[in-house]
């Protein structure tokens, strides 16, 4: 999970989720994860396709390229939204959140942790260089 987060947050600027919407593919760029207790986190707002995509069908696929090797992640998303001390440590870590609205009385708020995960780092040859299961 540690070389996954490195990869995610260190090596790249946006990392890519794909989910399935209306049994078709969606890919959206989002911003460095957080590491909170053990569990890497994502944050987006309930009311937007993504989130409602998730809600259906959990599954969602991470990819991110760093110039030199790229990582894909399948996992699923789990919300954890109740959490607040989550909540606490992602507006903590980006004071930007407050700005957008994301604070612990928005009910829109919502966080993720990656679950279930099978997490490989490719080189540009597509040859697996590192693979990881947590």
């Known amino acids: 999970m540690n070389e996954t987060y490195k990869f995610l947050k260190e090596n790249t600027q946006v990392n890519y989720?794909?989910?399935?919407n209306d049994n078709k593919p969606s890919c959206r760029p989002f911003g460095d994860p957080v590491l909170f207790n053990n569990k890497i986190y994502v944050l987006t707002n309930k009311l937007k396709n993504v989130s409602k995509q998730i809600a259906k069908n959990n599954?969602?696929?991470i990819v991110?390229?760093?110039g030199k090797n790229w990582i894909r992640i399948n996992c699923k998303l789990i919300?954890?939204?109740?959490?607040s001390e989550a909540k606490e440590a992602i507006i903590k870590e980006f004071p930007w959140t407050i700005e957008e609205g994301y604070t612990l009385d928005n009910p829109d708020f919502q966080i993720l942790y990656i679950k279930d995960a099978d997490s490989k780092v490719y080189d540009e040859d597509g040859k697996i260089i590192q693979s990881f299961q947590f």
Do not use: G, L, M, P
């Open 79 to 83: 919300d954890d939204s109740n959490n």
């Open 59 to 61: 599954h969602v696929c």
């Open 64 to 66: 991110a390229y760093d």
């Open 17 to 20: 989720v794909s989910t399935i």
